[in-house]
């Protein structure tokens, strides 16, 4: 939601310094959870966002945690998932909004 950190992503002319400033930066806004997961068997995943806080969990056990501004934009109206591998399958998945 930083327009000047996008036109830094999106520039090929970033000096070495600018381009670690800004590594840096997005290594900051960013977390990954490594799981061992058995083909075959289903998992519940839990993405939880409140405030400027996002956890995930993995069968009830919390996997990770990132916590930045963006995450509590008041314009943000998306949320959006990236699996990495060959093949992912969702099924039964639900949105909910609590009110606080």
Request: no cysteine; charged share 25%; glycine share 8%.
């Amino acid at each position: 939601m930083n327009l000047e950190v996008r036109k830094q992503r999106q520039s090929k002319n970033l000096s070495p310094e600018q381009q670690k400033s800004l590594d840096t930066l997005l290594a900051e806004k960013t977390n990954t959870a490594a799981v061992n997961l058995k083909p075959g068997q289903w998992y519940r995943l839990g993405v939880r966002i409140q405030g400027d806080s996002l956890v995930a969990s993995l069968d009830g056990k919390k996997i990770a945690e990132l916590r930045s501004p963006g995450i509590d934009h008041p314009t943000k109206t998306k949320v959006g998932m990236t699996v990495n591998g060959s093949t992912i399958d969702f099924d039964n998945l639900k949105v909910f909004s609590v009110s606080q």
